[in-house]
């Protein structure tokens, strides 16, 4: 599985729009991005995935980039309850195989 | 529909002692997957289960082992326990594994404290 990059933390203004970057410039064609959140040690929580278009729900929007070397998870309209670690995993299954999770983002919204 | 389970919440051990914990996926699910979250090594995979199949492996010792049952519930179990063992222990489960779908779903884990 491909290793993800990505920043250690970031800060984002209550309401505003919080955009997490994610490296995976290793990834290979048949690996999918998937983005989770962990909020307080729970157990972490799917929040969005993609291949190679751009996908939106009801939770965020994932940008990849044409060469998928990268990604950006877009939160539109944060609130103090998006505060968590966020994960990004390249991964070739949706299964359960061994997702490799990284060190995440832990992103603070500030009132 | 109820969400994966997880059994106990929490735990407090002994060194050298053996604990079992025990995961209940969510109705219809097959697949299966361990993970241990330390502050040190954050999250790490420990093995997954499909079909009472162990599927995949993590690295590490012997001393951890797991195994599935026919109605997919999955138990853990780890022997011999070391002070380095104390983590938050998460199952995840999902349908099968298939490409390209909605990703694994967590449950809220069992904390272990080896004292």
């Known amino acids: 599985d491909a290793k993800t990059t990505q920043p250690p933390s970031m800060d984002c203004a209550e309401g505003r729009a919080a955009n997490l970057p994610c490296n995976h410039s290793?990834?290979?064609?048949?690996?999918?991005v998937y983005w989770y959140r962990q909020i307080h040690s729970q157990g972490p929580q799917y929040i969005i995935h993609?291949?190679?278009n751009n996908e939106t729900n009801e939770m965020a929007s994932l940008i990849i980039t044409e060469d998928r070397k990268s990604s950006t998870l877009i939160l539109p309209h944060a609130t103090l309850r998006d505060t968590a670690v966020y994960y990004c995993i390249a991964d070739a299954t949706s299964g359960t195989y061994k997702y490799i999770f990284g060190t995440g983002t832990r992103l603070k919204v500030l009132a | 529909k109820a969400g994966v389970t997880q059994t106990p919440r929490y735990l407090i051990k002994t060194r050298g002692q053996q604990v079992t914990l025990s995961c209940s996926p969510i109705?219809?699910?097959?697949?299966v997957s361990w993970y241990q979250q330390t502050p040190g090594q954050g999250l790490q995979f420990l093995f997954e289960?499909?079909?009472?199949?162990?599927?995949n492996k993590g690295n590490f010792p012997g001393r951890f082992s797991g195994r599935q049952f026919s109605n997919s519930r999955s138990e853990m179990n780890v022997s011999t326990l070391e002070l380095g063992d104390s983590a938050l222990y998460l199952c995840a489960s999902s349908l099968a594994p298939a490409t390209g779908g909605r990703g694994a779903f967590f449950g809220q884990g069992t904390r272990l404290t080896v004292v």
């Open positions: 290793t990834i290979s064609g048949n690996e999918y």
């Open positions: 109705s219809g699910h097959r697949s």
């Open positions: 993609g291949l190679k």
């Open positions: 289960y499909f079909s009472e199949t162990q599927r």
